[in-house]
């Protein structure tokens, strides 16, 4: 009877708990970020921290960040003149590029690729300040960790993030007429002329937006793997901020991908 | 080599980063930080097929001003179309707008052909000259049925 029962109940019992643990930790996460935007205030001490993070985060991405909208740009043209010049609507190659840059790819493969340059780094950096008892021992002295650790970061994922996305989809334009118009012959004129008309107020906007809400995201998922990398069943010490690390770094994709989505059809 | 402190880097990187947003901004985004350059016209149309808000407004080709606000006039039975148009460019009220559209498949704009008979136009005066957009479902219609 009893063995009955628990055959019965058990996928539901496992659902039940994979459920609430899911919100819990989703939750906890949420408290996280609230923590972390109100301490981004607390202080003129914060201001020299968040100075050494913005040069992390932000000065340290702008190489690997140009390469990849110089690429991506690069390809894009690319790839739209021969899709468009089928069609000998070659002039409207700078419309698909700005459209498709500015809009979507700029905002989505900037974060991901600060995800994998700092995002990683962060959970790194706090999950081994936990295993070594180092927040610990900040807070025996008195220094909220929260204050210390994450808001600088968090302020500086929110500056960085716009920025990088700025950067990124200048490069990328320029990428595109490298190779549309310089390599393959597209027309000059038309291109930028193409690229400044197809873009409203609303599209740059909502770039910018976009790439805010993917800091936020980020950093609260990197930051918030690595400070409780200590509470991961089953794996403790090194072998857990590894896990905590890999995680941070595919919950943020996952959590990029699916906002950018969201967005999307919220923004337009 | 040169090394750049760090407080240096990071001023230079949120520096240029904000030039790059205002740039993006105003060059791409088309933001109008001085509208004074501007003055409002009107106009009524019997079909405007699909114009847009800030679709361009042409004079001979070049381009003068934009669409800033379309709306229905239910007593009149009409469209009604506001337009910014650059305070050099100067129209008399027998000017003719009409909808085109740029090829086959391309956006609609405004095309104004200046008059010359008639009084200078003041800010915020309708042009009564409009043609309507030409319906190349309703021409071909005709072509087929013999209307011609």
């Known amino acids: ?268 | 080599m040169l090394k750049l402190r760090k407080e240096t880097a990071v001023g230079l990187f949120v520096l240029v980063g904000l030039l790059a947003i205002i740039y993006m901004s105003i060059k791409l985004g088309n933001v109008q930080l001085f509208t004074d350059k501007y003055y409002p016209v009107r106009a009524n149309f019997t079909d405007i097929a699909g114009l847009k808000v800030n679709a361009p407004v042409q004079m001979y080709g070049v381009s003068i001003g934009f669409v800033s606000d379309i709306s229905l006039d239910q007593e009149l039975n009409v469209a009604r179309v506001d337009m910014m148009i650059e305070k050099e460019v100067k129209l008399m009220d027998d000017a003719i707008v009409s909808v085109k559209t740029s090829g086959l498949i391309g956006d609609k704009y405004l095309k104004i052909d200046p008059g010359g008979l008639g009084d200078p136009v003041n800010p915020g005066d309708t042009l009564f000259d409009s043609q309507p957009a030409i319906d190349l479902e309703d021409l071909i219609s005709k072509f087929a049925f013999g209307k011609v």
């Not at chain 1, 493969?109 to 936990?130: D, F």
């Not at chain 1, 390599?183 to 910018?208: I, P, T």
């Not at chain 1, 937006?209 to 609260?220: A, D, Q, Y």
């Not at chain 1, 690595?226 to 896990?243: C, K, L, N």
């Open chain 1, 1 to 268: 009877m009893a063995e009955k029962a628990r055959g019965t109940f058990f996928p539901m019992m496992l659902l039940c708990t994979i459920c609430m643990e899911t919100v819990d930790e989703l939750g906890k996460m949420f408290i996280f970020l609230l923590d972390a935007l109100r301490l981004m205030f607390a202080g003129w001490g914060q201001f020299s921290k968040m100075v050494r993070q913005i040069y992390f985060i932000g000065v340290q991405s702008v190489s690997v960040i140009a390469l990849i909208g110089l690429f991506s740009g690069m390809v894009m043209g690319m790839q739209l003149y021969f899709a468009l010049s089928t069609f000998g609507a070659d002039g409207f190659l700078g419309t698909a590029v700005a459209m498709s840059m500015v809009r979507e790819l700029a905002p989505v493969l900037s974060a991901i690729m600060l995800t994998g340059r700092a995002g990683s780094a962060m959970t790194a950096e706090i999950g081994v300040m936990r295993i070594s008892e180092q927040i610990d021992a900040l807070t025996i002295m008195d220094i909220n960790p929260m204050r210390y650790l994450v808001a600088p970061k968090m302020a500086a994922c929110l500056l960085s993030f716009p920025i990088l996305t700025a950067f990124f989809n200048l490069i990328s334009l320029w990428g595109s007429w490298l190779t549309g118009v310089k390599l393959l012959g597209a027309n000059e004129g038309a291109y930028w002329a193409s690229v400044q008309s197809s873009l409203n107020w609303a599209d740059v906007e909502g770039g910018f937006i976009k790439s805010i809400i993917f800091g936020v995201l980020v950093c609260t998922i990197c930051c918030f793997e690595g400070y409780y990398t200590h509470t991961r069943s089953g794996h403790a010490g090194p072998e857990g901020v590894s896990q905590s690390t890999t995680s941070a770094v595919v919950k943020s994709c996952v959590a990029i991908l699916a906002a950018d989505y969201i967005l999307t059809s919220l923004l337009w």
